[in-house]
């Protein structure tokens, strides 16, 4: 078998060792209901403090903001429906772009349901939302914008601040919330100065296990909870805490800040010699920006002449993994709302590959993956349907 | 426990004359063995031309009555209350609330109907009818006697104890699994093949099963589809011998050889072959396919023709006369269609031309089978000897042969 090369790190990533072991001795030791009145409820309650204490430190933000979920689409779910369904008596209007992810997306196809309208903002090629649609979008009775961070099919960034700005100017009332599942750990994300009300992240796409997540909440802003209960989490999200998975997440992260900026920029180089190396293979393509202003560890390559998935399962035999369009949706033939957002025909989404990048990837990896497209791709083209 | 036996009904076995034993002991040992996964113990028995099953501990009586009714040869299960021999007085009690549990509404009409095999017991059967059907109007009126068309059959069978059961549970039919020989099914992850196998499963064969997989075309998502297909069918046939085979090389060398408007044809050609191959080398005395009459260009009658002639073994098409609408019925009723409607491309419709030929001419196929000469033969024998196989059970895998061409 191949050496294994894992691209695929916006679907999923590695845990860290480190935190794996921190995990298990969690898991084995101080494994209390932090709930508990005896002394194991109280370590497991210093150990959950600490991790929100860490991510707060991380953020910028005090721990009483943090909200741990079970993961992504908790939060966001959490965030849109709870923050919409707290302020539907100032409005029922809500604001977001056509390439969210479906955490979105499908809470607000709920809130629809539930009486409420929503303007679904365009985007340019590259993927990018124009802070000037999201002014004129605002409306006296929006309650909740939400527009995401790093795009997860093809890494683009929306200008936050920008935006945070026009949302704020418009309609100072509505809450302005930032899906930052791919953003959180590949950029330095400070809420408050990006006047974001509401943000979502998650754990196991940074290298903590599945199954934790993070939602932020700003002073003041109020939601309704979605998972009622024993009142855990100041009522905000009850359910027994994970602590082993909060544990873990501050833990991965705080490793991700310690060296930020080299770390980022091996990304880059990492990103930059894979499209310099896949760009040689003809008529292939890089879709949306590739400089320092898209993400650092989000490649989006258009192959024409071949399917995507073809093209997957032949890397996989070579030890590559990655993913087709975005992997969330890559389970049923599925056109990708990004990929059509931004204007690829059908071919070119039926032939569109992602290839997501961590930490624990080398130069080395991307540049055996381009030597193996470029091995594969002119014999795959040989054999089309007719 | 509620019912203490299952009498099993079995209809045809019953009238296979001097072989009859066979088929009878055949369904024993399937029952047997569809009843070692279930809780409980349990006995078997034939007696005055019956067959029970008798639970000896506490048993789940939906998982004993769902794992019978995957067992092929019974035509139906009927629960039993087993009680000791009593006189009339308490019997007429014991029918009455029998039928009181069974039907807590009332509102049907019954009949009753002894069997009285110990002729020790002082009332003849008509005389415990009429005893127990007055016993049940008794005390419970809104029931009524129809002699002729009774909606409730209430059966007293008096032996060594008093039986009495009322309703059937539907098994599959058919004949005990393994009295019919063995044959190879050409298994897809579509609708149809599950259900061409069981079809053939259910008159008593044996299944082996040959996938034809084509990576990187298809994915280990599509060769774990039909391996949960297999498992599916394995309920009610017992364990099946999966040949799991590489055909992309031989899948691109016609695709570079051959018309493209011929590429299914010719490739369901070699798929029958390789299917033969395999059958032979394993005991199996045809072949199985879930082809139907002009459902798809290569099941035209003229299609099927070209393909039948590359085989020498009899080709069974179980489905031949059926409409889709028919298929998909039974492929829900044996648990495989929400599976097979999972959308994993198989190898079929990779390159399937876009107006492929649908009268296909067998003196021109095989002309144009001639532009594969130099290598086919070799590319067949190696697909052949690089076969995975994998046995399937209904709720387990095993890896009998691994893939020799991975290194």
Redesign the interface.
């Known amino acids: ?1 191949a050496r294994e090369i894992y691209l695929d790190n916006s679907a999923t990533t590695r845990v860290f060792p480190e935190t794996a072991d921190y995990m298990r001795r969690i898991c084995l030791e101080a494994y209390g209901n932090p709930s508990s009145m005896h002394h194991k409820g109280v370590e497991a309650e210093k150990i959950l403090s600490e991790a929100a204490r860490t991510l707060a430190g991380l953020l910028k933000v005090k721990p009483a903001n943090l909200v741990f979920t079970s993961c992504g689409t908790e939060s966001d779910n959490t965030a849109i429906i709870g923050g919409a369904l707290a302020a539907r008596r100032r409005g029922t209007h809500l604001v977001t772009t056509r390439i969210e992810h479906p955490a979105v997306l499908e809470s607000m196809r709920f809130l629809e349901k539930q009486g409420f309208t929503v303007t679904y903002l365009p985007v340019d090629r590259d993927g990018i939302v124009s802070p000037e649609s999201v002014h004129e979008a605002v409306r006296p009775d929006t309650v909740l914008v939400s527009v995401m961070h790093t795009n997860n099919e093809i890494g683009s960034l929306q200008p936050l601040a920008e935006i945070g700005r026009a949302v704020k100017d418009k309609n100072p009332a509505a809450l302005f919330h930032t899906d930052a599942v791919q953003g959180f750990g590949k950029d330095r994300i400070f809420p408050r100065q990006l006047g974001v009300d509401l943000l979502s992240a998650s754990g196991h796409k940074i290298h903590a296990p599945k199954g934790i997540g993070l939602l932020y909440i700003a002073d003041k802003v109020r939601i309704q909870p979605m998972v009622l209960g024993g009142g855990q989490q100041r009522g905000l999200r009850s359910g027994t805490d994970n602590v082993a998975g909060a544990a873990a997440m501050a833990m991965s992260a705080g490793r991700l800040y310690q060296n930020f900026d080299e770390d980022i920029r091996a990304l880059r180089a990492m990103k930059a010699v894979f499209i310099e190396e896949v760009l040689k293979i003809p008529e292939v393509r890089i879709n949306g920006r590739t400089g320092e202003d898209s993400a650092p560890h989000i490649i989006s390559v258009t192959v024409p002449g071949v399917r995507a ?6 890397l ?2 070579r030890g590559v993994y990655l993913s087709a369009g975005s992997a969330c949706a890559s389970n ?2 599925h056109v990708s709302e990004t990929l059509k957002a931004i204007g690829l025909s059908s071919d070119g989404t039926g032939s569109t590959l992602r290839v997501s990048l961590s930490v624990m990837n080398t130069e080395e990896d991307v540049r055996e993956a381009a030597a193996a497209m470029a091995d594969l791709i002119p014999f795959l083209r ?2 089309t ?2 | 426990m509620k019912y203490q036996s299952f009498l099993i009904k079995y209809a045809e076995i019953g009238i296979k004359g001097k072989n009859r034993h066979v088929f009878e002991e055949a369904l024993v040992h399937q029952i047997r063995i569809a009843l070692r996964t279930c809780g409980g113990r349990f006995a078997v028995n034939r007696t005055y031309g019956r067959m029970f099953v008798d639970c000896l501990s506490e048993y789940d009586f939906e998982e004993v009555t769902e794992k019978l009714s995957c067992v092929f040869g019974i035509w139906g299960i009927c629960p039993v209350r087993a009680i000791d021999i009593m006189p009339i007085g308490e019997l007429r009690e014991a029918v009455t609330a029998f039928m009181a549990e069974e039907y807590p509404s009332g509102d049907h009409t019954f009949k009753v109907k002894t069997r009285r095999l110990n002729k020790e017991y002082p009332l003849e059967s008509l005389e415990v009818n009429a005893e127990l059907g007055n016993a049940v109007l008794t005390a419970m009126p809104r029931f009524t006697v129809d002699v002729h068309e009774p909606e409730i059959m209430m059966h007293v069978e008096i032996r060594e104890k008093i039986y009495l059961y009322s309703h059937e549970i539907p098994g599959p039919g058919g004949l005990p699994c393994g009295v019919g020989g063995k044959t190879m099914l050409l298994l897809s992850g579509g609708i149809d093949s599950p259900v061409a196998g069981y079809m053939v499963a259910k008159r008593g064969v044996r299944l082996d099963a040959v996938y034809f997989n084509a990576p990187p075309y298809t994915s280990e998502r599509a060769l774990q589809k039909v391996k949960d297909l297999a498992a599916r069918v394995a309920r009610y046939t017992g364990p099946i011998c999966l040949h799991n085979i590489n055909f992309t090389p031989i899948q691109l060398y016609i695709y570079e050889k051959c018309p493209h408007d011929e590429l299914t044809i010719i490739m369901r050609r070699y798929m029958m072959r390789i299917a033969e191959i395999l059958a032979k080398k394993n005991d199996c005395l045809g072949l199985v396919t879930g082809e139907s009459i002009g459902q798809v260009a290569s099941q035209t009658l003229t299609a099927l023709g070209v393909t039948n002639e590359v085989c020498t073994l009899p080709v069974f098409r179980p489905l031949i006369g059926f409409d889709k609408e028919e298929i998909v019925q039974v492929s829900k009723k044996i648990g495989t269609f929400e599976t097979s409607i999972l959308p994993y491309e198989d190898c079929c419709t990779i390159f399937v031309a876009k107006h492929p030929v649908t009268k296909p001419r067998a003196e021109v196929i095989r002309a144009h089978e001639k532009n594969l000469s130099e290598k086919i033969g070799d590319m067949v024998a190696e697909a052949i000897s690089t076969d995975e196989i994998i046995l399937i059970g209904a709720d387990s895998e095993k890896i009998l042969k691994r893939r020799e061409d991975e290194a």
């Open positions: 078998m998935e073809v093209l997957l399962h032949a996989e035999d049923r033939p040989r054999y349907r007719r």
